[in-house]
């Protein structure tokens, strides 16, 4: 069996939709396509069904084989409902992928996770495994009939087995290995408010490091900046940080206040004034980083004046090849990409 660790939503439920969880749950597990679901239909609504659905998969990334771009049906009876779902796959697939995922848990394990890591240690080396070989699948969601074909976008195979997902997929997916790492996670539902109104909302994460809780956005850190894919611009931030461009229901999470384990925070990885930037190039450079970050602590200068503080700390620090620079003007951030080829 997959592991499971955190179940967030299913301790925010109240006790009778609590029991509804766990009929769904165990129906599930057994791989049932059809589940009699004993309650007071008239305390548990179809919409309320619905929405414990929904925690039950954010909660339960190893039932990555429900469809959830379409919830099939209900059917209302004297003692409850019945409760229909499509799989996306027969058992005898589920079985295969099962065991496909439990080896990648196992060699990604064998491969990245040490001896003596903290919980942020591990959660770093997992960020950094996801937005190192996942790729945010566009194709796959120009259509309805791409969709229907690539279910997996949205569970933990898109991104684990087929290296291709879209943000739920990748929340899972980020869910499932701190699962495996016993790494208190969750998936948060909310939006990206640069997205249309109209659009199915956005997920990410919110981990728990030393009584902490910390925002974490995988799939932002696969954006390309520039020519530079990697970045830890959404890891681990405090609600202030993320609310410049996410929004979520603040009734249903718990609020994030600290910066201790913030990547730029944690690493001393800001500079105030442009004449900072010269000199901390210089000692990047010095210890051997050929990819070096950092972040404004105020507003970002513009352009040519930036570029041109860049270069004088590319020279300072004698640096001769070739390196790329990209900006995030919305996170304040700086990306300068040294080619050692």
């Known amino acids: 069996m997959l592991p499971e660790y955190v179940k967030y939503y299913y301790k925010k439920l109240p006790e009778q939709k609590k029991n509804v969880?766990?009929?769904?749950?165990?129906?599930?597990?057994?791989?049932?396509?059809?589940?009699?679901?004993?309650?007071?239909?008239?305390?548990?609504?179809?919409?309320?069904?619905?929405?414990?659905?929904?925690?039950?998969?954010n909660d339960t990334p190893s039932f990555y084989f429900l469809e959830v771009a379409n919830v099939s049906w209900f059917i209302r009876t004297p003692t409850g409902y019945i409760f229909s779902m499509r799989y996306q796959y027969t058992d005898e697939q589920i079985e295969r992928f099962d065991k496909d995922l439990i080896r990648?848990?196992?060699?990604?394990?064998?491969?990245?996770?040490?001896?003596?890591?903290?919980?942020?240690?591990?959660?770093?080396?997992?960020?950094?495994?996801?937005?190192?070989?996942?790729?945010?699948?566009h194709e796959s969601l120009t259509s309805d009939e791409q969709i229907a074909r690539h279910g997996e976008i949205f569970n933990v195979l898109g991104p684990l087995l087929r290296k291709k997902a879209v943000c739920w997929g990748i929340a899972c997916a980020f869910k499932l290995l701190c699962d495996y790492c016993h790494i208190k996670c969750f998936v948060v539902v909310g939006r990206a408010l640069n997205s249309p109104e109209?659009?199915?909302?956005?997920?990410?994460?919110?981990?728990?490091?030393?009584?902490?809780?910390?925002?974490?956005?995988?799939?932002?850190d696969i954006k390309k900046k520039g020519d530079i894919s990697f970045s830890y611009d959404y890891f681990n931030l405090n609600d202030p940080l993320i609310r410049l461009d996410?929004?979520?229901?603040?009734?249903?999470?718990?609020?994030?206040?600290?910066?201790?384990?913030?990547?730029?925070?944690?690493?001393?990885?800001?500079?105030?004034?442009?004449?900072?930037?010269?000199?901390?190039?210089?000692?990047?450079?010095?210890?051997?980083?050929?990819?070096?970050?950092?972040?404004?602590?105020?507003?970002?200068?513009?352009?040519?004046?930036?570029?041109?503080?860049?270069s004088k700390g590319i020279r300072k620090a004698r640096y001769r090849r070739p390196y790329i620079i990209a900006l995030n003007r919305d996170t304040h951030n700086v990306y300068i990409d040294l080619q050692k080829k």
């Not at 809780?213 to 995988?218: I, M, R």
């Not at 979520?248 to 900072?276: A, F, K, M």
């Open 104 to 137: 990648g848990l196992e060699i990604f394990a064998k491969r990245y996770i040490q001896d003596g890591m903290s919980d942020y240690d591990k959660e770093r080396v997992i960020h950094d495994y996801l937005v190192r070989t996942v790729i945010y699948d």
């Open 246 to 310: 996410h929004t979520w229901d603040d009734g249903i999470y718990p609020r994030c206040r600290s910066l201790v384990y913030n990547y730029h925070h944690r690493n001393r990885l800001y500079v105030r004034t442009l004449q900072e930037i010269p000199e901390f190039i210089r000692r990047s450079v010095r210890s051997g980083n050929n990819y070096i970050t950092f972040k404004f602590a105020n507003e970002m200068p513009q352009g040519p004046e930036l570029q041109a503080v860049i």
């Open 21 to 57: 969880y766990l009929q769904m749950y165990k129906g599930f597990r057994a791989h049932q396509r059809s589940i009699e679901i004993t309650v007071d239909p008239t305390a548990v609504s179809p919409d309320d069904l619905l929405y414990i659905f929904t925690c039950l998969y």
């Open 198 to 220: 109209d659009s199915a909302g956005h997920a990410w994460n919110i981990v728990r490091l030393d009584n902490e809780n910390y925002h974490v956005d995988v799939t932002w």
